[in-house]
């Protein structure tokens, strides 16, 4: 496929290409209409307020979900994997919720709730989406999914953040965000914020017409902008130009007052483009994807609020951006729905229904696309309320299977190994593009997640102690100031979080700076060689360990019977119970012995830098 | 009319068409020398501003000095020779051709009587050479390349300034190390650009024998990028002390050369991204009391013997006379 | 286009002016081979040396002389080795040594913006998430457990690039701050060596166990991997720790260029596959010229002998150098002596492994304004890089989900320049 490229490519190559980024998805045979299942404009009812939609009024969505995650693993004749036990779901849903491992007495309380009560795990659900660390997690994750850890000072990352933060707490709805983004000028000082998506990526037209289409749309059409995609028959120029449209008519205007730069905005100019392999012209109004192209109102052309010159920020009468956030948030782009859906799949399940997450094209469809039709429909009902979709999720069977596909016992493990490796293959399979093993090996059992930077970062710290402890001086600290009044509020929940989250930003951002690659939301993993000395050198890890007071070594250090440590000592890092094998090992290290102190920390540190811990299961 | 540097305007603007570089007076004030970025020489009759050019060495000329008759004119080039021509011949052909250095010759200087033409180079050395082109000494002592050098007017001592903003003061007899000058702030090493910058780029002497001045630059906070403030340092002879340090605040440039003025006054040429300046400063004070904006970036500077006109090379490829006085009605 | 035959035959204009020493004699002697030397020349690996030259040299002072020109500026072209070719006289030991190197005189990158030019030239491609060089030969040349991480990049600045792209993150350069070793290399002080290995075996154990019981055994041990790199590693901090011989120092010189050469010959004969030295201090936009003295006078003398010793020890066949900027410098010498960002006319260098030396491939005009012979760009190089190398720039990155050309698909290998 290569090599045809390449002599295609001498043919052309006196042309200029300004960007040559040929990606090469591998495309299924056939022609299938671009983004088939959005043709034109169905009939849809107008989005609902989100206010005014109520959750108890929406038809359940995760039995539906089951009855085709069900009825495809009936058609390949596999069987689920078992339920998780009440250990692996707690761990699980604590982390994918509200971003860390559940504390052991978190888990405890769990266990024993969850032995007498069958609504257990929906009640916990409920309460961790409340929680305001859910807030704190789904900051997390929308300003990767957003800026994809790029950073940029035009908007400070706190104010962004702090404005991520407000839009969870008061659960806005995805339109509502991506509208306030979409349209944002950074202008005025409160609305500044959500203009980091523009700021940030300096407003190059080419990085935010590429971004628009994947952030928001799941489709990378960077391929597209010198010519139709030479492999996706479905990303065409004009689907690259029809977003470059709305945003080619904007351009970065500093402020010479406060020297901040903002969006201004022209009333005319039309964009034209040129295939680098055909020479082909064409030109293009404002249109996402295939929806119908948007008009400018008549006499509207050069037609402004504020006239742009060197001083003047231009504010036209009508506003191609100010379009693009209407038309991307419109109850008929299906399309947005599909791709935060997707999001919002992987996150929960580990792998996006469309895989890699912004590649969703007639020739890479959905492993389940009526799965995915399905979460996108119900998403636009229920007012685009991500919190209601994750719920929905978690409260599935799919989400709440076993992560061990196979229980492996002794006697069948010859068959397991069988089983396993045809699974495997499935997943190699689906990697070159065939949809149908994919699914089954996506919904058979829980997929291993590999824990965020900041999940990590949290987790550790809630395991060692540190944010106990931090909790605990804190809230003295303010009950010591404010007496009755302090302490009231240091049992504030939302003040804790809030508190916490300044307290042990400096900690989250040293393994954000070791774990993070650049770039955005992704399912894979990988490792390298500085993650793994900093776990086991690194100066911050490494002093946790030590026996101070709150401390979890110090804890454990308590505990004189060498099995009663092991059990305790496995609760806490993993919240399970040791087998016999490691409990034997355990208790040989402890018993052996000359510096207990040195053993227990060398024990935490071995379970903590285990892959049991790294990822979520 | 006498000299008022307050007053001081253009009085000409020579066009020669290409970058300039060096220039100087030759003794008996009849004309001025200059260089280009075409390596070619002129020569300007410094009363009508008619003007001869010449290719003369391989590569740019950026220092010139004359035997103390004036008939014999010593440029110093980047291609590792200085070249005695004779001043006033119709078509200058070299009398005397030196290979002086490895590397650039950037400055020489000829003594009070004539008998000994000192250069300096890249190849950090310093050289004293008989007025037949015959290497009489070679001082070795720089860690860097050598950016000026200046005969005391009595003849004793040679002076020599480097990048590292060290100046030399040698016995001339005897070839010996008789004191350095440190002029610290006219050097800075950037670590962060990995480059040493600054330099002594000019030196010389009050007309009294007490005060030595150089200049250069300071506050070098971008050198790749041309972030910096001129700044001279005064010594005393005597005693070796600084005396002061004259930093030229807010004007983005390089103190290129520096001459005293028969009034006392420090005349001292800036050219940079800030533009081209003469600036004046009194010996006794820190800061500059007047200043002249020119119309370029200047490269180089001469006083005419008359100690009231001044030539000022320019980027711009024009040579500019100013006058240090009031003008004429 | 010539084409050196006679080996060690250097022109004798070369020392015209007499400020060259003499040419090291080159002795390739098995016997004098340290053991890391001979392992590196018998593994058969192939590797990068990459001498990158921040800020944008300028071609005029280096590879593309143009003295006597309008632009051409004060310094002078001198021969080299090779008849036929002349560079700058501010590269007077590379003269020396041209017949083990060549030259490409005619980049054009349409560029004049540091960060796309390096973009461009790390990557091939003008725009979009593409894998740097160092990257890709760390993931198609580093053996399956490599001793060291496969692209390290000693510097003390720059940008935090996201070198690896797609491709696996343990492919992405790990940077070294000037010779120092890498962050947390060291064990604290307070963890024994044997209680380190006991708790290291106990963790290495849960690990397998969580392996056999998840469904993605790729995830674990891309995680297991990462230890044991990091393992490897720590093994090596001698490298980092040792003070370089004092012979060594004679000859490349006591300046931090000089020291981060030497670790960067270490690494490579130590199982790095691509190692990138970073020369700060071209951006001269002041005193072009002057800086050029400096920064070409510490970088030459200081290459060469990292370039002998592994001619010497034999590891230059296998290994592919590269000196190249982000782009080069204009033609016009500004107000302040300087030089601006210019990346119409750019020339890079490159030798030894894969590459046909003593080249000069393609040329630009009189007054090096602009390309006038066999344009290419950064693209094209890519893919010469790679082929030199021995991997097919035109297969395809395959990663889940799907394949991705390894070079521009709309570009070419230079195959004058290929050997």
């Not at chain 2, 950016?147 to 016995?171: A, C, I, N, T």
């Amino acid at each position: 496929m290569s090599r045809w490229l390449h002599q295609r490519a001498d043919d052309v190559c006196s042309l200029r290409c300004s960007v040559t980024a040929l990606c090469v998805v591998v495309a299924l045979a056939g022609k299938v209409a671009a983004f088939a299942d959005a043709p034109g404009r169905p009939d849809v009812p107008p989005l609902p307020e989100p206010a005014t939609v109520k959750q108890q009024d929406l038809p359940l969505l995760h039995p539906q979900i089951d009855a085709l995650v069900d009825a495809s693993l009936a058609a390949s004749g596999v069987s689920a994997a078992e339920p998780a036990s009440d250990g692996e779901f707690v761990r699980r849903i604590y982390l994918d919720l509200i971003g860390r491992v559940p504390g052991v007495d978190e888990t405890r309380e769990f266990l024993v709730d969850a032995a007498a009560n069958t609504d257990a795990r929906t009640q916990l659900i409920d309460r961790l989406l409340d929680s305001p660390e859910h807030v704190r997690r789904m900051q997390y994750v929308l300003d990767e999914m957003i800026m994809e850890r790029r950073g940029g000072a035009n908007v400070p990352d706190a104010e962004w953040k702090a404005w991520l933060r407000q839009s969870v707490a008061d659960n806005r709805s995805w339109s509502w965000i991506a509208n306030e983004i979409l349209s944002a000028d950074g202008a005025e000082t409160e609305k500044r914020p959500p203009a980091k998506f523009y700021l940030d990526r300096d407003f190059a037209s080419e990085v935010v017409t590429r971004d628009v289409g994947r952030v928001f749309l799941g489709v990378d059409l960077e391929c597209a902008q010198c010519h139709d995609h030479p492999n996706i028959e479905t990303y065409l120029q004009r689907h690259y130009y029809g977003i470059n449209a709305f945003l080619s008519r904007s351009y970065v205007f500093t402020d010479a007052k406060s020297k901040k730069k903002m969006l201004g905005e022209k009333a005319e100019g039309e964009v034209k483009f040129t295939s680098v392999f055909t020479s082909e012209e064409g030109g293009t109004a404002p249109r996402l994807l295939d929806l119908p192209p948007i008009a400018d109102p008549e006499g509207t052309a050069g037609e402004y609020v504020a006239k742009p010159d060197k001083t003047t920020r231009g504010v036209p009468k009508y506003s191609r951006r100010q379009q693009l956030a209407e038309q991307m948030t419109a109850p008929e782009n299906l399309d947005f729905r599909r791709n935060i859906a997707n999001r919002i799949w992987a996150l929960m399940a580990g792998r996006g229904l469309v895989e890699p997450l912004d590649v969703r094209h007639a020739g890479n469809p959905a492993a389940h696309p009526e799965l995915l039709s399905l979460l996108a429909e119900r998403l636009r009902d229920s007012g685009d309320d991500l919190r209601w979709l994750m719920r929905e999720i978690a409260l599935s069977n799919a989400y709440q299977r076993s992560s061990s596909p196979i229980e492996v016992e002794a006697s069948d493990a010859a068959d397991a190994q069988v089983v396993q490796a045809s699974l495997d293959e499935a997943a190699e399979t689906s990697d070159e593009g065939s949809s149908e093993p994919a699914a089954v090996a996506d919904f058979q059992a829980a997929r291993i997640k590999p824990l965020s930077p900041e999940q990590l970062a949290w987790s550790v710290m809630q395991v060692l102690g540190v944010t106990d402890r931090t909790l605990a001086a804190k809230q003295a600290e303010l009950a010591k100031k404010d007496g009755d009044a302090g302490a009231k509020k240091a049992d504030d929940p939302v003040w804790q979080e809030q508190m916490l989250g300044e307290a042990l930003k400096s900690n989250v951002d040293q393994f954000a700076a070791q774990f993070a690659g650049q770039g955005g939301q992704k399912t894979g993993f990988d490792a390298t060689a500085n993650q793994a000395l900093f776990l086991i050198n690194g100066s911050l890890v490494q002093g946790w360990l030590e026996p101070i007071s709150g401390s979890l070594t110090e804890r454990l250090l308590k505990i004189e019977d060498n099995g009663q440590l092991a059990d305790e000592l496995f609760l806490c890092v993993l919240g399970r119970q040791p087998n016999a094998e490691e409990a034997a090992e355990f208790q040989s290290v402890l018993g052996g012995a000359d510096d207990r102190t040195q053993a227990v920390k060398d024990l935490i540190w071995a379970l903590l830098a285990s892959a049991e811990f790294r990822f979520n299961h | 009319m006498a000299l008022d540097v307050t007053k001081t305007h253009v009085l000409h603007e020579w066009k020669y068409g290409k970058p300039m570089i060096a220039c100087r007076y030759e003794p008996q004030g009849r004309f001025l020398f200059s260089s280009s970025e075409d390596y070619s020489l002129q020569r300007w009759n410094a009363e009508s501003g008619e003007k001869i050019a010449w290719e003369a060495h391989d590569s740019w000329v950026r220092d010139f000095a004359f035997l103390p008759d004036g008939e014999t004119v010593i440029s110093a080039g980047c291609d590792d020779r200085i070249i005695f021509w004779p001043t006033a011949a119709e078509k200058p052909e070299p009398k005397v051709e030196v290979a002086a250095h490895k590397g650039w010759v950037r400055c020489v200087d000829v003594n009070g009587d004539g008998s000994l033409i000192a250069s300096g180079g890249n190849d950090r050395l310093v050289k004293l050479w008989s007025p037949d082109g015959k290497l009489v000494k070679e001082l070795a002592g720089h860690e860097r390349d050598v950016y000026s050098v200046f005969f005391h007017p009595d003849g004793r001592f040679l002076l020599s300034g480097d990048l590292d903003g060290k100046v030399h003061q040698w016995e001339v007899a005897t070839g010996k190390l008789a004191r350095t000058f440190e002029a610290k702030d006219l050097h800075s090493y950037n670590g962060g650009q990995g480059v040493h910058y600054g330099g002594i780029r000019d030196i010389t002497l009050s007309a009294d024998k007490k005060t030595l001045a150089m200049t250069g630059l300071h506050k070098a906070s971008n050198p790749l990028g041309a972030v910096n403030e001129p700044l001279n340092y005064l010594f005393d002879w005597e005693s070796g002390k600084e005396v002061r340090k004259q930093p030229a605040d807010g004007i983005k440039g390089i103190g290129t050369n520096i001459d005293f003025l028969s009034d006392g006054t420090e005349l001292v040429a800036s050219g940079g991204s800030g533009g081209g300046y003469l600036l004046f400063f009194k010996a006794g004070e820190e800061k500059h009391f007047h200043n002249l904006k020119l119309k370029d970036t200047v490269r180089g500077m001469s006083v005419h013997p008359d100690g009231l006109r001044v030539a000022t090379t320019h980027y711009d490829g024009h040579i500019r006379i100013s006058k240090m006085t009031e003008k004429a009605a | 286009m010539a084409r050196n035959i006679g080996c060690n035959v250097i022109d004798h204009a070369v020392s015209r002016r007499g400020f060259l020493g003499a040419a090291s004699a080159a002795a390739t002697v098995g016997g004098l081979l340290t053991p890391a030397q001979a392992e590196a020349v018998q593994s058969g690996q192939k590797r990068i040396l990459q001498l990158f030259l921040q800020g944008g040299v300028s071609q005029f002072e280096s590879w593309d002389p143009k003295p006597g020109t309008k632009y051409g500026g004060p310094f002078r072209a001198i021969s080299t080795s090779v008849p036929g070719t002349q560079i700058c006289e501010l590269l007077p030991h590379t003269a020396q040594r041209m017949h083990q190197v060549s030259i490409v005189r005619s980049i054009n990158l349409k560029t004049n913006d540091h960060g796309q030019g390096r973009l461009f030239m790390e990557k091939g491609r003008r725009a979009g998430e593409f894998p740097y060089i160092g990257s890709v030969a760390a993931k198609y040349l580093s053996p399956k457990n490599p001793p060291l991480p496969g692209y390290l990049h000693i510097t003390t600045r720059g940008l935090t690039d996201n070198t690896n792209a797609f491709l696996e993150a343990q492919h992405a350069q790990m940077r070294l701050e000037g010779v120092q070793a890498p962050a947390n290399l060291a064990r604290p002080d307070k963890v024994a060596d044997e209680a380190a290995r006991r708790r290291e075996e106990i963790r290495s154990r849960l690990s397998q166990r969580f392996a056999g019981r998840s469904g993605q055994k790729a995830f674990v041990e891309s995680f297991e991997s990462s230890f044991e790199l990091a393992d490897r590693l720590m093994s090596q901090k001698p490298l980092f720790d040792a003070e370089p011989s004092a012979k060594d120092v004679e000859r490349y010189g006591s300046h931090p260029f000089g020291q981060r050469c030497i670790l960067a010959r270490k690494l490579l004969e130590n199982g790095a596959t691509c190692v990138k030295v970073t020369h700060h201090g071209y951006d001269t936009h002041a005193e072009n010229f002057n800086f050029h003295l400096e920064q070409l006078g510490e970088y030459d003398k200081t290459a060469c002998m990292l370039l002998d010793d592994l001619h010497d020890s034999g590891m230059l066949d296998s290994t592919l150098v590269m000196i190249y900027s982000e782009f080069g410098r204009t033609p016009k010498v500004n107000q302040r002596y300087g030089r601006d960002h210019w990346g119409a006319s750019v020339s890079v260098a490159a030798g030894g492994c894969g590459i046909k030396p003593g080249v000069v491939v393609g040329s630009t005009n009189p007054e090096g304004t602009e390309v006038a012979d066999r344009e290419v760009d950064a693209g094209d190089l890519f893919h010469t890089w790679f082929q030199a190398l021995g991997i097919d720039s035109t297969a395809d990155h395959t990663i889940p989900g799907k394949t991705i050309p390894i070079g521009d698909p709309t570009k070419a290998p230079i195959e004058e320049l290929l050997a």
